[in-house]
């Protein structure tokens, strides 16, 4: 089946989109929900390093990330997040994409994130882009279980790229 390509603009979030993201995320099982609170923050605070993608003033997608205070080159991407109206046009990959080509963003080196084990979606997005950026991909636990979440939560594996040159990617 092929899928008509979706006219998506990808712009910098702002607070107003706080309610939005929050939706959306709540939507795009089996992402878990943070509080609008913290949906507020990603979208205002850490907008350099978030993007959210439109289809005719519709929120249909989400990144939010920020750089790690002690390593400031590396991106902890938190969330992507694609709407049922959006899947199946690579909006994730452009999303992440969109970030590290932004002005600003072009001395990020690195990207860490956390994927359970069974997120398939997730894993074949960030192999697609560490093949993208030629860079290594590599993964250890992070958050376990039994461990960190009392057997609540699946393991959280902290799955790293890099180091690469985001300008491959223009």
Known sequence: MVVPELNI???????????????????????????MYCNLLQSSHFADTAVAAELE??????????????????????QVAVGAN???????????????????????????????PDNKASWALFESLARKLDCQIDSEVMFDKHKHFNGEHETEMLVKLGPFDSRKLK
């Open 86 to 116: 959006a899947r199946g046009q690579g909006l994730a990959g452009r999303m992440l994409r969109a970030i590290l080509t932004r002005p600003g963003n072009e001395d990020i080196q690195a990207i860490e994130t956390t994927i359970t």
């Open 57 to 78: 003033d519709e929120l249909v997608g989400f990144v939010s990330g920020y750089r790690i205070p002690q390593r400031p080159k590396t991106l902890f991407v938190w």
């Open 9 to 35: 603009k990808l712009r910098n979030p702002n607070a107003e989109d706080g309610h939005a993201v929050h939706a959306l995320v709540e939507r795009c099982k089996p992402l878990d929900p943070n509080s």
